[in-house]
């Protein structure tokens, strides 16, 4: 049972390249979510997915698109990665009704 | 979703024990409170939720009062392992999916 996780874990990006970050998760879990997180701040969501074939935008969507491929998998895009858009991207699972969320190693982008 | 407000940072030494409060003024009647963990470079980790009086696990305590526009994650007896970030979080489930908001959390620093 390796609970939630994301590939790569380092990434270095051009300005204007694209890449998909993966998240899989084996517990059966319903709802994904994927964060970022800034260097001396806390986690923003950017999207989630409370069930299969649902995605929502989270507090920070712009520039990212998302895919709930089934049940276990949910990628974050970057159609043209830009500088700001460095940072720590979290991907994190939830059986969904007020439950804790298990969170993924996380993966390192960096936009040059 | 309701804000929270949490030390910037606090100190202790190994085998004290460390109170971290959060505030959480607006709470509403159905929102529970989570506290999570992070380690650097890891994702954050669930130690404890509660909706009101204490509750205890082998991690941790949580004690909330009757009003529960306030909170205290309780760590008993901390070891230098025990240095990383604390995050209070508040919030409801609803729609099958539970968004969280992380603030900046609480730096704990555990001095030998």
């Known amino acids: 049972n390796a609970g939630v996780t994301q590939t790569p874990k380092f990434q270095v990006l051009k300005t204007g390249q694209s890449m998909t970050l993966q998240c899989a998760q084996d517990m059966n879990h319903n709802s994904m979510y994927w964060y970022r997180q800034d260097p001396g701040m806390g986690l923003r969501l950017i999207y989630y997915s409370a069930s299969e074939g649902t995605t929502d935008k989270g507090e920070v969507p712009n520039g990212y698109n998302v895919s709930r491929l089934n049940k276990r998998e949910f990628s974050l895009r970057l159609e043209s990665a830009a500088p700001s858009q460095t940072s720590v991207y979290f991907c994190a699972s939830t059986t969904g009704t007020r439950q804790t969320q298990y969170f993924g190693p996380g993966t390192r982008l960096l936009v040059l | 979703l309701a804000k929270t407000t949490q030390p910037i940072s606090m100190d202790s030494y190994e085998g004290q024990e460390v109170n971290i409060t959060c505030s959480h003024n607006n709470i509403a009647t159905n929102d529970y409170i989570t506290w999570y963990q992070q380690f650097p470079s890891q994702g954050p980790r669930f130690i404890i939720q509660?909706?009101?009086t204490k509750v205890t696990n082998e991690v941790a305590s949580l004690f909330i009062p009757a009003d529960r526009k306030s909170s205290t994650l309780s760590l008993p007896r901390v070891s230098l392992s025990d240095t990383a970030v604390y995050y209070c979080?508040?919030?409801?489930?609803?729609?099958?999916?539970?968004?969280?908001?992380f603030g900046k959390g609480t730096k704990l620093s555990v001095i030998p």
């Open positions: 979080l508040v919030g409801d489930s609803g729609a099958g999916s539970y968004q969280l908001t």
């Open positions: 509660g909706y009101k």
